[in-house]
C-alpha cells in the first residue's frame, strides 16, 4: 500500500463509469454503424442496376446513366427554382423579424412561420395539387399567351397546372422555414455596435443593413440555401403529387411534359417495381444522396467558417 | 414684428418628410383602386370569380410603385430606397403567410365535416369503395411505428449526445458530430431505401414489408434530431454543477445520471417530441418499407401494415369510382395529422416552459 511513492494519486475505475462509458462510446459508434450501413446496402443492392445490360432497365434505357440523368436534371431544376424563388422571400421574411417588425411581436412571428416547417410534406403535397395547381393555372396560361417568346415560358401549356412551376413553388414554401431560421439568427449576429456606426454616421435603416447586416449575414444566407436546396432535392411526396411527370429534359415552366426528380420517381415507380427495376430505383437513390451529401457537405463547411470568425467580434 | 408674421410656419423637423401615416393612406388607396378595377373586370366577363389574391397582389405592386415615386419627390431619393425596401421586405412576409393561410384554411374546410364522422376513428376501409370506411387502421399504424422508432432512436440519441459532451474528444467525436450533420441532411425516401435494402438482404424476401423496416427508416431520420437537440441541453448545463457534484466525491457516471440528465430532462424531452413530430409525417419511407393496406393490422413484424402520412397519399392517388368520398377522407386524414403534429409541438413547448431549471441568473 506504501510502496507507490510517486506522488499520483490515480482514481479508481468504478465499473459503473466503465459500463456508462462504454455505453456511450458503443451508442456514437452505432452512428457511425448506421451510416457505413446506409452506404454499403445501397451500393450492394445497385450494382445489379449499375452493371446491367442494355435492354433490362426500365423506360428502354440503354444504361443506369442513361436513365438516371433526365432525373437528376429534374432533381436539380426543379429544386433550383424553388431556391430562385425562396432566397429573396427569406431574407426578406429573417430581415423583417430581426429588424422590421417591433420586438414584441418577432416572436410570435417567428414561431407563425416555424409552423410552415410542422406541416407535413404529404398535406403539401395534397394542397399543392388540389388547391394552388388549380388556383395558378389561369396565371400559367396568361404568362404563356404574353410571355411565351422568353423560352421558359413557352410550349403548350399545361390544362392541369401539374407543371414543374407549381412543383417549384410548392417546394419553395416547405424550405422557407429552415432557410429563414438560420437567416435570422446570422441576422440577430450582427455585432450591435456595427449597426449603430451605421446609423449615426446617417444611413437609413435599409443602408444600414445593406452596409452592416447583409455583408456580415453572407455565409449564413449561402448555408441557408445550401441547407434549403438539400431539403428541396430531397423532398418526395410533394413532388410525386403534384407534378405530372415525363422521361424528358427540357427548360418549359408550364407544360404539362416535366422531367421528374429522383425522389418522386422512387415514391411513384417502387410499389410496382420488381427484379432489376427495385435495383435501378435503389441505385438512383444512392445517385440522390451523393448528391445532398455534397450539398449539406457546403452548407456545413459555411456554416462552420462563419463561427470561427464571429468568435473574434 | 412684421416680418415674422409674413413667414410661414414650417416645423424643420417634418419638412421634406411624408406625413405620418400617409404610407399606410397609400396602401390600403392602392388596394381599394385596384379592387375595383378587378371588380369591373369581373363585371365585364373577364374573369369567372372575383380575383381577391390577384388584388391584393397587384394593389401591393402599386403601393410599391407609388410609395418609391412619392418619397423621391418628397424625400428624396435614399429616403425612397429605404421605404422601398420596407415595403418589399413587408411584403415577402406576407406572401410567405399567404399560403400557410390557404393550406390551413382549405384543410380544415375539406377537412372537418368528414373527420367528425364517428366512422373515420372506429372502421378501416376493408371493402370500402364509397363514402364509408375511415382511418382507424393507419392511426394506430402510424402510433406504433412512431413508437417503436421512438425506442430505438432515444437511447442511442441520448447517450450519444452525453458521449458528444461529457466524455467525447479527438478523432472520434468530431467523426460522429460529422456524421450525425450528413445524417441530418440523408432524404427521407433514401432512408426508406436503406431499411428495405437492409431487410431484403436479411430475410431473403424480395417483397419485403413490415412495421419494423419503417421503424428503423424512421429511426435514421430521428437519431441525428434527438442528437443534435440533447447536445445543445447538456451543454447547458453549467459547468459549477457537475464540478460540485465531483468535489462531493460523485463518480462521473452518477454525475452524468444523477445532476446532470434531471437538469436537462425538459430540454430533452421537449427536444424528443419536436423530433417526434417530424418524423410522424414522414411518407416516403414508410410508403416503401411497409407498404399499405386497406385493414387493419397491428403486427408490426408482420405484413403491410398502414400508416396516416400514406394513407393520405392512397386515398388522393387510388381514387375509386366516387372520386370525391376519396378526396374528401384525404382531407380528413391530413387534418387528423396536423392536429398530431401540432398537439406534439403544443406539448413539447409547454414541457419547456414550465419544467426548464430556473437557472439562478
Known sequence: ?313 | MAVSVARPMTNSLTTGRLPRGSVWMILVGSWILLGIVFLLVQMAGGTKQYNLVGALFLGTVLFDILVFTIAYLVEGGRQARDRLATSLIATAFIIALLPLISLIYTVLLNGFARMVQPSFFTESMRNVLDAGGGAVHAIVGTLEITGLATVFSVPIGLLTSIYLVEYGKGQLARTITFLVDVMTGIPSIVAGLFAYAFFVLLTGNVGYRSGLGGAVALSVLMIPVVVRSSEEMLKLVPNELREASYALGVPKWLTVLKIVLPTSAAGITTGIMLSIARVIGETAPLLIVSGLTASMNYNLFDGRIMTVPVFVYTQYANQGAHQSDFVNRAWAAALTLILIVMLLNLIARIIARIFSPKLGR
Open chain 1, 1 to 313: 500500500m506504501t510502496t507507490e511513492t510517486t506522488g499520483v494519486i490515480k482514481a479508481r475505475v468504478r465499473l459503473g463509469d466503465r459500463v456508462f462509458s462504454t455505453s456511450t462510446i458503443v451508442a456514437g459508434s452505432l452512428i457511425l454503424v448506421v451510416l457505413a450501413a446506409v452506404a454499403v446496402f445501397l451500393v450492394v443492392q445497385s450494382i445489379p442496376a449499375i452493371v446491367a445490360k442494355p435492354g433490362t432497365l426500365p423506360n428502354a434505357a440503354p444504361n443506369f446513366w442513361a436513365y438516371v440523368w433526365p432525373l437528376v436534371f429534374g432533381t436539380v431544376w426543379a429544386a433550383a427554382i424553388a431556391l430562385v424563388i425562396s432566397i429573396p422571400i427569406s431574407i426578406g421574411v429573417a430581415l423583417f423579424i430581426s429588424h422590421y417588425a417591433p420586438r414584441r411581436l418577432a416572436q410570435g412571428l417567428g414561431y407563425i412561420i416555424d409552423l410552415l416547417a410542422a406541416v407535413p410534406s404529404v398535406v403539401f403535397g395534397l394542397w399543392g395539387v388540389l388547391v394552388l395547381a388549380r388556383a395558378i393555372q389561369p396565371f400559367f396560361v396568361w404568362l404563356n399567351a404574353n410571355f411565351g417568346w422568353i423560352p421558359l415560358f413557352g410550349g403548350t401549356v399545361s390544362g392541369t397546372g401539374k407543371t414543374v412551376l407549381t412543383v417549384a413553388i410548392v417546394l419553395a414554401v416547405m424550405v422557407l422555414p429552415i432557410m429563414t431560421a438560420v437567416c435570422r439568427e446570422v441576422f440577430l449576429q450582427t455585432p450591435r455596435l456595427h449597426e449603430e456606426a451605421a446609423l449615426a454616421l446617417g444611413a437609413t435603416r435599409w443602408e444600414m443593413i445593406r452596409t452592416a447586416v447583409l455583408p456580415f449575414g453572407r455565409p449564413g444566407i449561402i448555408s441557408a440555401s445550401m441547407l434549403g436546396l438539400g431539403r428541396a432535392l430531397g423532398e418526395t411526396l410533394a413532388v410525386a403529387m403534384v407534378l405530372s411527370p415525363a422521361v424528358v429534359i427540357n427548360f418549359f415552366l408550364l407544360t404539362s411534359q416535366n422531367p421528374n426528380t429522383i425522389a418522386s420517381n422512387i415514391a411513384l415507380q417502387f410499389p410496382e417495381a420488381s427484379g432489376i427495376g427495385i435495383n435501378t430505383l435503389i441505385a438512383s437513390g444512392l445517385v440522390l444522396f451523393v448528391i445532398t451529401f455534397i450539398v449539406n457537405a457546403i452548407a456545413r463547411f459555411a456554416i462552420n467558417r462563419r463561427k470561427a470568425f464571429s468568435g473574434a467580434n
